[in-house]
């Protein structure tokens, strides 16, 4: 390919400050600086919220709000920590083998994401002081994405790979008050480590593409409030309140131009320190709970998460790139419903099992979707099962994932994702529990 002959490359002077309008021109300021959360192909849940918080949950499908299904039942209401006596812990991961698949209409062809193996893990204790107090502490990683595409895609500007791992750490404290109604809160510290990366077009110029790639790590603080109330021996409700978190994140842009970049042109994309400002969704959960006998209990629960507090994301450089040195990029996403089903039965044989559903809406609008984004509906299916060997208890659970396909038809630099979006995954989640 020739190289284009502009003022970028060839004039002797101001030659940064022509390359920069050039650059800002042919490719735009939103595709330098479009560094994006992309909720992952890990499909965890809407948007980039993780719900695979423990083996017995997820057998139910996390219809366990108002009754529990082991220890790690207290990521969904810590008001259930007050159903375990003594002292007890619980802790195990989900593995997840997600595939997304887009059927471009911009080139014709099929794209998937590469074969990635994910395990998001949760943790939890409980001390139980007094017949009507109870501590906890819980580590889960509560929000996460991983998706990655070959560097070919059309829209390989947007993304080839998004990561974001957090972990989640949750003191409470639960209070039993007028016998039947228990009463919850406590502190949430979140940590947040990410790498997102992208292609640079630089083809105008006859070079190949570029890469950009974003580091970074930060925290963030919330709370969180439940409550639980037994209406008689086969009834009883639940509910629960996570705030937002706001995580302010620090790392570094990073770009890998091809051999023979001019060097005025290299100079429009430094290496820089970056700064980057996101907000984790509020989350709410009610659920109503029956017991028909002893052996048997059912659950139906809804979740809300206010994901419109993800209306951009702000990122800011401290050595210009293509001029700017602040980027606040339009995301717009939505509040979102899940609706989750699920029923347990005790076996004469002391064999715990479990099955359930859910269906989960997604927050992503059409003219933001991007690559890496879950932003598809969902329908699952759970089958667990549980048990005991010697002091250790044992879950084990099972999740299909159904999602609804979408058609993207967008228009300008978004267009590159038009065609029909498409994803499957399943999963299966262990965890252990240990009464001291």
């Known amino acids: 390919m020739k ?24 490719i735009g300021v939103l595709t330098l600086l479009g560094l994006s959360f992309a909720a992952g192909g890990t499909a965890y849940g ?6 695979t918080q423990g083996a017995g949950p997820m057998g139910v499908a996390n219809a366990s709000v108002a009754h529990a299904e082991g220890l790690a039942s207290i990521f969904y209401n810590p008001a259930l920590q007050l159903e375990f006596e003594g002292i007890n812990s619980e802790a195990g991961l989900t593995v997840l083998g997600p595939e997304k698949e887009v059927d471009s209409s911009v080139t014709g062809q099929s794209y998937s994401t590469e074969d990635h193996i994910y395990t998001p893990v949760h943790g939890a204790v409980s001390y139980r002081f007094s017949e009507n107090g109870s501590l906890a502490l819980t580590i889960n ?36 008050f007028l016998e039947r109604l228990v009463v919850s809160a406590g502190l949430r510290g979140v940590s947040a480590d990410t790498t997102l990366e992208k292609m640079i077009p630089l083809q105008s110029y006859g070079l190949a593409d570029g890469r950009q790639k974003f580091e970074a790590d930060g925290t963030g603080y919330g709370w969180n409030i439940g409550a639980t109330l037994a209406l008689n021996d086969k009834w009883s409700v639940g509910a629960s309140y996570r705030s937002e978190v706001e995580i302010d994140l620090s790392g570094d842009v990073r770009f890998d131009l091809p051999a023979g970049t001019p060097a005025p042109l290299a100079a429009v994309f430094p290496s820089t320190s970056a700064d980057a400002k996101f907000t984790l969704p509020a989350q709410f959960f009610a659920g109503v709970a029956f017991r028909p006998t002893s052996r048997w209990v059912v659950e139906a629960a809804a979740r809300f998460e206010e994901y419109s507090s993800y209306d951009n994301l702000r990122v800011e450089v401290v050595q210009p790139i293509a001029g700017q040195t602040i980027m606040v ?25 479990s099955a359930g559903y859910l269906y989960e809406e997604n927050p992503v609008p059409d003219e933001t979707f991007e690559p890496g984004t879950s932003g598809l509906d969902k329908h699952t299916l759970t089958a667990g099962v549980g048990g005991e060997f010697r002091d250790i208890g044992w879950r084990i659970s099972y999740a299909y994932d159904i999602y609804e396909d979408r058609d993207i038809e967008n228009s300008g630099a978004d267009a590159t994702m038009n065609g029909t979006h498409s994803q499957k995954n399943q999963s299966l989640a262990i965890s252990f529990a240990y009464h001291f």
């Open 141 to 176: 990683n509560s929000f996460g994405l991983g998706s990655e595409y070959p560097e070919d895609t059309p829209f390989r500007y947007l993304a080839t790979n998004s990561e974001l791992t957090t972990w989640d750490i949750n003191p409470s404290i639960a209070y039993r």
């Open 46 to 51: 809407a948007g980039f919220s993780v719900f």
């Open 329 to 353: 990029i339009p995301k717009n996403w939505s509040n979102v419903w899940g609706y989750l089903f699920g029923a347990s039965y005790l076996t004469d044989s002391g064999y715990r099992l």
């Open 3 to 26: 190289r284009k002959e502009c003022k970028c490359l060839t004039s002797q002077r101001n030659t940064q400050a022509n390359c920069t309008r050039m650059v800002r021109k042919s």
